[in-house]
Structure formats: structure tokens, C-alpha cells
Nanobody
Framework: QVQLVESGGGLVQAGDSLRLSCAAS????????MGWFRQAPGKEREFVAA????????YYTDSVKGRFTISRDNAKNTVSLQMNSLRPEDTAEYYC?????????????????WGQGTQVTVSS
């Protein structure tokens, strides 16, 4: 069992930056690929970014490439999402997710564990 707790959300203006963090419990964190997803009101949850377990390969949805950076610290059981140049369309609840395999994925169904979410609101 893995528990995930996100933090770092908030209300910012367009062009600002935020850093989301996700703290994971369990001794197998380093063997799990991790992902960030987001869900805006009235929309489905969508993929944002993912990182593999140990090699550190990353993958982003097109709309955040060059603005967001996912990283992980296996010694601290954390994964982060640095978000720069935020836009109003980035407004959503952001969720951290863990996959019980080391290879990254952009599919929601590939992730077994989810955090409770943290709200990011970007004003124009």
C-alpha cells in the first residue's frame, strides 16, 4: 500500500510559478514510476507529466512542455512538479499518482495509487 500526499497548490497570477510536491509512504517508492494528472471542473482527469522509477526518464503532455518539470528524490520518497509560466488554463486540481511498475505511462488506468489532490488556480 502506498499513500500519497500532495502539497504546494495555491492561487497565482498568469506568468507566475508554483512547485507541487508529493510525499509517498512505503519502502518501494524507488521502484515505482510516478505521474502528475490534473482535473479541471467539468472535465476529465488528464495526464500532465510522468517520471520513471530510477533512470529518471520523463514524459509531458504537449501543453506543458517547456514550462513544467517533473523530478523525484528517491531518498526522500518525494516527487515534484515545477510549474513555470502558468496560464489560466492550467487551473485544476492536481493529483500525484504511483504506478507499481518502473516504466512511465501517460494513462490513468496504469496508476494504482492516487493522492487527494491540491488545487492550483491561475488568474489572468
Amino acid at each position: 500500500q502506498v499513500q500519497l500526499v500532495e502539497s504546494g497548490g495555491g492561487l497565482v497570477q498568469a506568468g507566475d510559478s508554483l512547485r507541487l510536491s508529493c510525499a509517498a509512504s512505503g519502502r518501494t517508492f524507488s521502484s515505482y514510476a510516478m505521474g502528475w494528472f490534473r482535473q479541471a471542473p467539468g472535465k476529465e482527469r488528464e495526464f500532465v507529466a510522468a517520471i520513471s522509477a530510477t533512470v529518471g526518464s520523463t514524459y509531458y503532455t504537449d501543453s506543458v512542455k517547456g514550462r513544467f518539470t517533473i523530478s523525484r528524490d528517491n531518498a526522500k520518497n518525494t516527487v515534484s512538479l515545477q510549474m513555470n509560466s502558468l496560464r489560466p488554463e492550467d487551473t485544476a486540481e492536481y493529483y500525484c499518482a504511483a504506478r507499481t511498475l518502473p516504466h512511465l505511462s501517460g494513462r490513468k488506468s496504469d496508476y494504482a495509487y492516487w493522492g487527494q489532490g491540491t488545487q492550483v488556480t491561475v488568474s489572468s
